[in-house]
């Protein structure tokens, strides 16, 4: 069973940085697609982040310049840097990797914005 912990979450104020890790117990990140989600309350899970094999990312305009996102060369761990944080990127964020085609999530961790 893959075991997939995020951590890095917090309550900070607007235009503050933080940085997201999530640890697989397999290689879970490596040479896949794989992203970081994010769901605030009342609304639907929504993709902030993602890297294609090729090392190639892509973001949603909401976040675009201010969130990178990267994985360690063992493919074992996720990163996401979110910088200039505002209000609208309080949420719980996920992270997803791919293990044998399936999806494969974490528990989420909390980022709480403001002032």
Not at 11 to 34: D, T, Y
Not at 84 to 99: F, P, Q, R, S, V
């Amino acid at each position: 069973q893959v075991q997939v912990v995020e951590s890095g979450g917090g309550s900070v104020h607007p235009g503050e940085s933080l940085r997201l890790s999530c640890v697989a117990s397999q290689s879970i990140f490596f040479n896949k697609a794989v992203a970081w989600y994010r769901q605030a309350p009342g609304k639907e899970r929504e993709m902030v982040a993602r890297i294609i094999p090729s090392g190639s990312t892509s973001y949603p305009d909401s976040v675009k310049g201010r969130f990178r996102i990267s994985r360690d060369k063992t493919g074992n761990t996720l990163y996401l840097q979110m910088n200039n944080l505002n209000a609208e990127d309080t949420a719980i964020y996920y992270c997803m990797g791919k293990y044998y085609g399936h999806n494969m999530w974490g528990q989420g961790t909390q980022v709480t914005v403001s002032s």
